[in-house]
């Protein structure tokens, strides 16, 4: 699966930003698709997952209530709704896909994968004033 993400810019704290992850080559009913951000001193952040198959998702905290994940299906996308940013939420975004294949997602207690194993382009956010 090929990823390319998109919709970053530069907004001033407490505005809002939405990122879309666009999928080809393969459906994304068998993978799990996080949101990842890098910022100095922050190698790697998982901000948010959903799974392709349920809708499972779930997120860091300090996003929740914030941001939204969601997939469309039918444009084989994932977007991620940020509402109410903060200066700390400012990074290079990345999404990525890792594959449902050996059972590893529990929809009862669903966590982002550190790693994965298809990787999209970073699309990158400032929130500043």
């Known amino acids: 699966v090929q990823l390319q993400a998109f919709g970053g810019g530069l907004v001033q704290p407490g505005g809002s930003l939405r990122l879309s992850c666009a999928a080809s080559?393969?459906?994304?009913?068998?993978?799990?698709i996080t949101w990842y951000r890098r910022a100095p001193g922050i190698e790697r952040e998982r901000v948010s997952c959903?799974?392709?198959?349920?809708?499972?998702?779930t997120y860091v905290d300090r996003v929740k209530e914030r941001f939204t994940i969601s997939i469309d299906k039918a444009k084989n996308t994932v977007s991620l709704q940020m509402d109410s940013l903060k200066p700390e939420d400012t990074g290079d975004y990345y999404c990525?896909?890792?594959?449902?294949?050996?059972?590893?997602?529990?929809?009862?207690?669903?966590?982002?994968?550190?790693?994965?194993?298809?990787w999209g382009q970073g699309t990158q956010v400032t929130v500043s004033s």
């Open positions: 990525a896909a890792k594959s449902l294949g050996s059972g590893w997602w529990d929809a009862r207690d669903p966590r982002c994968p550190y790693f994965s194993d298809f």
């Open positions: 080559g393969s459906s994304l009913d068998t993978y799990v």
């Open positions: 959903i799974s392709g198959s349920d809708g499972t998702t």
